[in-house]
């Protein structure tokens, strides 16, 4: 099999790398890119999963922290979400104890109607540690809870760390831009790219990485895209590094603004900010004054406009191509979804390599996993903006106004009529994250599961008063997480 990649960045190699390191034998990898296509990069943050990734490939995560200038990550912190002045976290890891059949949201539950449940964050190891700004790797026992954590990483840095890799295994990078795309005349499939000066680069299978131009997926094999402005209306962006300032905390903030919102992103050597935000909502240079205006430090270059269409593609495999990263689709990086959206289908992809022409019952297969994976990642997104309370915002407002996908407002009911919350199938979000989001913001549960009524009121302030205290222990005996990063840079250039 010949596989073309058509794009770097982020999605490119990542994609270059897994395949260099699973491919069978044989197998070519060529990736094309141009250095007069700047990347997009908003994806600095992400989820527990690129665990997964950096272990598949065998990278040092010493040296991964070194070579991206990266940081550890203990959850999301937001800020403005349920009103102005308040704030919360969404935490990795587990909250509290389950006890018997029942995970701990019904016991907290029932603690709150009798007056005695302290605020989520007390019974969560995450985020006590993100809050005193420590951080541990490991046990420091072996009965002792271990934190979940995830990295800020330079997407840049990284694709460049993972062109080494990939380079080194064999894939062959061609420089220049995609002048058109060639395909079978008999059969429709994509048979070859065309660079500038009349160089064709055939396959037999291609990825498309080329970014929101989808000049693959879409400019050659027009698939269809599935807009969902109509939950997201936010449809620009701007980033901007500053200058380190402020707590170097382990965790990303997120702050609700006036139409949008505001990422922070701490790194080794810089911060990184963004505002997302409605262009019909608010002007692009009020926008960019809000962003420069909240910094904790000086910026280091002028403020980066991106333009997006939240959605995804009708179908991310079709015929012999593939859509990964933004050609695939565009969902707001609130949850630090983007890296990770690329993570799994690359994974999805390599379960599925086809070894000849793509069979039609594995294409199929392919595109309803993604298409059940995206629609419920938008779901989790959406229920921040709707679960708002900042009343009097016409933004805001006509966010908490909207009418919701079919599938969020189920899981609202169920939530809201006695605490429940189910994880369907392989969905990215798990219940922990959903009972932090709908605590975080003020949507209420009427009632828990009566199994919880088992437990005396006695046993019940024990439970959870004894939870507290351990993780409360825990936390003070953790190093600070800016001592950890220095100590993982230092042994990674030992």
Same mark, same amino acid.
């Given at each position: 099999?010949?596989?073309? %990649? @058509?794009?770097?960045?982020?999605?490119?190699? !990542?994609?270059?790398?897994?395949?260099?390191?699973?491919?069978?034998?044989?197998?070519? %990898?060529?990736?094309?890119?141009?250095?007069?296509?700047?990347?997009?990069?908003?994806?600095? $943050?992400? &989820?527990?999963? %690129?665990?997964?990734?950096?272990?598949?490939?065998?990278?040092?995560?010493?040296?991964?922290?070194?070579?991206?200038?990266?940081?550890?990550? +203990?959850?999301?912190?937001?800020?403005?979400?349920?009103?102005?002045?308040?704030?919360?976290?969404?935490?990795?890891?587990?909250?509290?104890?389950?006890?018997?059949?029942?995970?701990? *949201?019904?016991?907290?539950?029932?603690?709150?109607?009798?007056?005695?449940?302290?605020?989520?964050?007390?019974?969560?190891?995450? =985020?006590?540690?993100?809050?005193?700004?420590? #951080?541990?790797?490991?046990?420091?026992?072996?009965?002792?809870?271990?934190?979940?954590?995830?990295?800020?990483? /330079?997407?840049?840095?990284?694709?460049?760390?993972?062109?080494?890799?990939?380079?080194?295994?064999?894939?062959?990078?061609?420089?220049?831009?995609?002048?058109?795309?060639?395909? /079978?005349?008999?059969?429709?499939?994509?048979?070859?790219?065309?660079?500038?000066?009349?160089?064709?680069? =055939?396959?037999?299978?291609?990825?498309?990485?080329?970014?929101?131009?989808?000049?693959?997926?879409?400019?050659?094999?027009?698939?269809?895209?599935? /807009?969902?402005?109509?939950?997201?209306?936010?449809?620009?962006?701007?980033?901007?590094?500053?200058?380190?300032?402020?707590?170097?905390?382990?965790?990303?903030?997120?702050?609700?603004?006036?139409?949008?919102?505001?990422?922070? %992103?701490?790194?080794?050597?810089?911060?990184?900010?963004?505002?997302?935000?409605?262009? $019909?909502?608010?002007? /692009?240079?009020?926008?960019? $004054?809000?962003?420069?205006?909240?910094?904790?430090?000086?910026?280091?270059?002028?403020?980066?406009?991106?333009?997006?269409?939240?959605?995804?593609?009708?179908?991310?495999?079709?015929?012999?191509? &593939?859509?990964?990263?933004? @050609?695939?689709?565009?969902?707001?990086?609130?949850?630090?979804?983007?890296?990770?959206?690329?993570?799994?289908?690359?994974?999805?992809?390599?379960?599925?390599?086809?070894?000849?022409?793509?069979?039609?019952? #594995?294409?199929?297969?392919?595109?309803?996993?993604?298409?059940?994976?995206?629609?419920?990642?938008?779901?989790? &997104?959406?229920?921040?903006?709707?679960?708002?309370?900042?009343?009097?915002?016409?933004?805001?407002? @006509?966010?908490? @106004? !909207?009418?919701?996908?079919?599938? +969020?407002?189920?899981?609202?009911?169920?939530?809201?009529?006695?605490?429940?919350?189910?994880?369907?199938?392989?969905?990215?979000?798990?219940?922990?994250?959903?009972?932090?989001?709908?605590?975080?913001?003020?949507?209420?549960?009427?009632?828990?599961?009566?199994?919880?009524?088992?437990?005396?009121?006695?046993?019940?302030?024990? +439970? +959870?008063?004894?939870?507290?205290?351990?993780?409360?222990?825990?936390?003070?005996?953790?190093?600070?997480?800016?001592?950890?990063? =220095? *100590?993982?840079?230092?042994?990674?250039?030992?």
């Amino acid at each position: 099999m010949r596989f073309v %990649i @058509a794009g770097g960045g982020t999605a490119g190699w !990542m994609t270059a790398a897994a395949l260099s390191r699973f491919a069978p034998p044989g197998t070519r %990898i060529d990736l094309v890119e141009s250095e007069d296509i700047g990347t997009i990069g908003v994806g600095e $943050a992400t &989820i527990p999963q %690129i665990h997964l990734f950096n272990a598949a490939l065998g990278l040092d995560e010493a040296e991964f922290l070194r070579e991206t200038k990266g940081t550890f990550k +203990l959850g999301i912190e937001f800020a403005g979400w349920q009103a102005e002045g308040h704030t919360y976290m969404h935490a990795f890891g587990s909250i509290g104890r389950p006890v018997g059949l029942l995970p701990f *949201q019904h016991y907290w539950l029932r603690a709150k109607q009798l007056g005695f449940a302290a605020p989520l964050q007390r019974y969560s190891l995450n =985020e006590l540690a993100a809050r005193t700004m420590r #951080m541990q790797l490991g046990r420091r026992t072996p009965q002792s809870p271990e934190l979940a954590y995830a990295y800020h990483f /330079d997407a840049g840095l990284y694709a460049a760390y993972l062109r080494r890799y990939a380079e080194a295994r064999g894939v062959v990078r061609h420089e220049g831009l995609i002048q058109s795309v060639e395909r /079978d005349g008999e059969g429709g499939d994509i048979a070859a790219l065309v660079l500038d000066g009349e160089r064709r680069i =055939e396959g037999d299978f291609f990825i498309d990485c080329t970014g929101f131009r989808g000049l693959l997926i879409e400019g050659a094999l027009e698939t269809g895209f599935d /807009d969902w402005t109509h939950y997201l209306p936010c449809d620009r962006a701007l980033a901007v590094p500053c200058a380190s300032g402020g707590d170097f905390t382990p965790y990303t903030r997120s702050t609700a603004r006036k139409c949008g919102w505001q990422w922070r %992103i701490p790194l080794q050597h810089r911060i990184g900010n963004g505002h997302v935000y409605s262009s $019909a909502m608010i002007s /692009d240079d009020e926008a960019a $004054a809000t962003l420069l205006a909240n910094l904790d430090g000086k910026p280091l270059a002028d403020p980066r406009q991106l333009r997006f269409t939240t959605g995804m593609r009708r179908k991310h495999w079709n015929r012999n191509c &593939i859509a990964i990263g933004l @050609a695939a689709g565009f969902m707001e990086p609130l949850e630090s979804t983007s890296i990770h959206l690329v993570q799994s289908a690359i994974s999805r992809f390599l379960s599925m390599l086809p070894a000849g022409k793509s069979d039609p019952a #594995m294409v199929d297969h392919f595109n309803a996993q993604a298409a059940f994976e995206w629609t419920r990642t938008r779901d989790f &997104i959406v229920l921040h903006y709707w679960a708002n309370q900042r009343v009097g915002e016409p933004f805001w407002d @006509a966010m908490r @106004a !909207m009418e919701l996908p079919g599938t +969020l407002t189920a899981k609202l009911a169920q939530w809201q009529a006695s605490g429940f919350i189910h994880r369907e199938h392989e969905e990215l979000f798990t219940e922990v994250g959903w009972f932090q989001v709908l605590a975080g913001q003020g949507v209420e549960a009427r009632g828990y599961n009566p199994i919880a009524d088992a437990l005396t009121e006695e046993a019940l302030r024990d +439970l +959870l008063g004894l939870t507290e205290a351990e993780l409360v222990e825990e936390v003070r005996q953790m190093p600070r997480h800016i001592e950890v990063v =220095e *100590q993982m840079v230092r042994g990674a250039t030992a």
